[in-house]
Antibody, heavy 120, light 108 residues
């Protein structure tokens, strides 16, 4: 059974930083691209970033230069390092497994999300 | 960036009725790289359809997807009580990946 478990969310100050993690199980982690999708309170889904199985990365313009996606295949873990946080980054951050190995083929499994709140 | 526009914003229907949801792209989505997701309150999204028309694992056959180019449709042939939710389309043809604004299917 595929499972994705996010952690690391919480309260951060504007301009601060936070790292969220996602531990994966139930599939061969290194074979799949992974991504982060966020959802602000009461709003729709917004793609944040993706990393291919081979390590190529992609970012939404809204986070480029501030967020860094990475993966540790030996630990079956996906990361999102966030710096220079803004109030508009407040959202539930979902980790998602891609169907394929390259950039994107659709997200077939999702974690339950971790809430990041940016406020003073 | 490919902008996806979903309509209607809200669909009010009764159980047993047919639901037709639209997703229109601002430019052609090549290779039909379009997916549909269902999201219920307090839950993560669930993949329903990928490649515009292929059902994901364990998705009932009352859900079907169609379309190509710039116009895509998700059809729920007969609404079950558990189908009342918000539905999102997403293109994965080009970066940045983009989602539509969602269609809420509510009980009439």
């Amino acid at each position: 059974e595929v499972q994705l478990l996010e952690s690391g969310g919480g309260l951060a100050q504007p301009g601060g930083s936070l790292r969220v993690s996602c531990v994966a199980s139930g599939f061969t982690f290194s074979r799949n691209a992974m991504g982060w999708v966020r959802q602000a309170p009461g709003k729709g889904l917004e793609w944040v970033s993706a990393i291919a199985g081979g390590g190529d990365t992609h970012y939404a313009d809204s986070v480029k230069g501030r967020f860094t996606i990475s993966r540790d295949n030996s630990k079956n873990t996906l990361y999102l390092q966030m710096i220079s946080l803004r109030a508009e980054d407040t959202a539930v951050y979902y980790c998602a497994k891609d169907r394929g190995n390259s950039f994107s083929s659709g997200f077939d499994y999702w974690g339950q999300g971790t809430l990041v709140t940016v406020s003073s | 960036e490919i902008v996806l526009t979903q309509s209607p914003g809200t669909l009010s229907l009764s159980p047993g009725e047919r639901a037709t949801l639209s997703c229109r792209a601002s430019q052609s989505v090549s290779r039909s790289y379009l997916a549909w997701y269902q999201q219920k309150p307090g839950q993560a999204p669930r993949l329903l359809i990928y490649g515009a028309s292929s059902r994901a694992t364990a998705i009932p056959d009352r859900f079907s997807g169609s379309g190509s180019g710039t116009d895509f449709t998700l059809t729920i042939s007969r609404l079950e009580p558990e189908d009342f939710a918000v539905y999102y389309c997403q293109q994965y043809d080009t970066s940045p990946l983009t989602f539509g604004g969602g269609t809420k299917v509510e009980i009439k």
